[in-house]
């Protein structure tokens, strides 16, 4: 049986519940949970919207780096990230990691969020009040 419980991209919104029932197991005697959201700012500048763009391995590599986090006293990892245009206050990410004790549940948790965002190809394109935009996660 498959530790990882989901992974995947979605161009529909988010709801955190979704990963937490994915990883929720009566082995666990911790989850943790990673919310991210779209923030109002960015280094000082007012972001208006935002547009998430995945490579087509994206949930190919969001497995990969699921399956790895799932080792150890870890029973259950779930992973979701948006696509498409988003919204300050829409949720971005989500990541969910059940463990049989806290403290595994939790360093799991930050490990796999890290991962994701060095990893999973995804590209973010911010628009600022000011009429500028940026992308973000491009390497040239």
Not at 95 to 116: F, K, N, P, S, Y
């Amino acid at each position: 049986m498959s530790r990882v419980a989901m992974a995947r991209m979605s161009a529909e919104p988010l709801d955190a519940a979704t990963c937490l029932a994915a990883v929720t197991d009566d082995r666990a005697g911790g989850i943790g949970l990673f919310v991210g959201v779209v923030r109002a700012d960015d280094h000082g500048k007012a972001v208006t919207a935002l547009s998430y763009e995945a490579h087509p391995t994206a949930e190919r590599v969001l497995t990969e780096v699921c399956t790895r986090a799932a080792t150890g006293d870890v029973i259950a990892v779930a992973a979701e990230h948006r696509t498409g245009d988003l919204v300050v206050g829409d949720l971005a990410v989500v990541v969910a990691v059940a463990a049989a004790h806290r403290g595994d549940a939790i360093e799991a948790t930050h490990r796999l969020i890290d991962a994701v965002k060095a990893e999973v190809p995804i590209w973010k394109h911010q628009q600022f009040a000011d009429g500028t935009t940026e992308w973000v996660g491009i390497s040239c």
